[in-house]
């Protein structure tokens, strides 16, 4: 291999590199942030704020004694508040302690003199910003998508493959072959669709400019590529945000429950794939691959996809959703998002899931740089999902996270006092060689095991 076919590769390395510093960047900078101003506003003296580690690239001191920096390791920061022996907090540093005393107004400015109550609030904020910063995003973003209109109405119209259809923007869906649209009181899209598994065009019943008709048009949910998933078979396979999977082994596909019907029901076995792209046809291979799904109602299931999303023949006109109500669905993301991770940690540490679905520094980094080339939306919905699973993993009762130190406030609360600087050590210890233990094993998982 010469030096000329080594450079798509290093270029591709490059860019999945910088999308995964931009966008651990972000999320560490709130986090400390939160870290930093919290403490703050419950007096106590922030000496550095750092983004990165190592050697120092650039730093400013503010009026309030405050040292702003950016080091050459972006991968991850810091805030060092006036008392700490350390970065990580993890005991004071006596000399400073020793002369504060000395003063109680400096010592009431230290991490370890201040109050219990602001040092747990500091502590605890910066996972509280992160879960902030994942909230504040999926609420723009759904704000910036919309909501559809009601009753349903027609978009922009993708180029299928199958020729043209008389359905039109702004034609507002009524029902599918004489059947209406299931609405809020009820019904069962996928009943509705289940009757239009003939391959052939669907009749749509719409108003159009006020007139009530019927008109041909493309299946409701053909087996669109909308989005291809990070580090799946249909990325390595090339298929691409757009692609219309016409076959499966030479087997006719009309629909998206078609392709999830072939797929699931393959085994896992090599498929080739017969690709509609930009008019013309393409055949790719891929082998689907078992994946562990989180349920509403809780729990996991295992089944083969390849890792695409579908779409809708059109993109349904939206209005401006509500502030409160995007607000509200930023919550309700988020607290999915808690709710799936500590499921499927329970369900990999009881053995019913595979270990696979940890994924370390190479597989996070991978997936940015995968959802940064699908385009700034997918970029920054990805963001904010690492946000919230920092935040999680922050607040782990694992000494050197921040559930470690909220843990040991805890015991200052009941006992009255912290714990001794001999146990504060050999806890802490402990706790960074856990840490770094999981992430070995996650790197493996990345490299050799899965």
Known sequence: MDAVSLIPQFGGALY??????????????????????????????????????????WSRTDRRGTRWQVAALPFGGYVKFLGDADAASAGPDQDVMDAAAQDPAQLRRTMHGAPLWARAATVVAGPLFNFVLSIVVFAGIFMFQGEPRDPLTVGEIHVLPGGAYDLRPGDEILGLGGVPLPGDEGGNWDALVDQLRDGGPVIYDIRREGSVQSVEGPHPFPALV????????????????????????????????????????????????????????????????RTDEPQEGGGFVTNWRIGVIGGMAFEPATRTAAPGAALLGGVAQTWRIVESSLSGLWHMV????????????????????????????????????????????????IPVLDGGHLLFHLYE??????????????????????????????????????
């Open 350 to 397: 009881t053995g019913a899931i595979s270990t696979c679905n940890i994924s370390g520094p190479v597989g996070i980094a991978e997936t940015s740089g995968a959802m940064a080339a699908q385009g700034a939306q997918s970029f920054i919905w990805f963001i904010a999902v690492l946000s919230t699973a920092v935040g999680l993993l922050n607040l782990f009762p």
């Open 16 to 57: 999945t590199l910088a999308a995964f510093v931009v966008a651990l960047s972000v999320i560490v900078a709130v986090h400390e942030y939160g870290h930093y101003i919290v403490g703050r506003w419950s007096g106590i003296q922030a000496e550095v704020f750092s983004i990165g580690f190592g050697p120092v690239l």
């Open 413 to 450: 609360a009941v006992v009255g006092r912290p714990p001794s600087d001999g146990a504060l050590r050999i806890l802490m210890a402990t706790g960074l060689a856990l840490i770094l233990t999981l992430m070995l094993f996650a790197v493996a998982n990345d490299l050799i095991f899965c």
């Open 226 to 289: 909308s989005q291809v998933a990070p580090r799946s078979a249909a990325m390595d396979a090339g298929l691409r945000g757009g692609d219309v999977i016409v076959a499966i082994d030479e087997a006719p596909i009309s629909s998206f429950d078609d392709l999830k019907t072939a797929v699931e029901g393959g085994n896992g076995r090599a498929m080739l794939l017969s690709v509609w792209r930009d008019g013309g046809m393409i055949d790719l291979t891929l082998a689907p691959r």
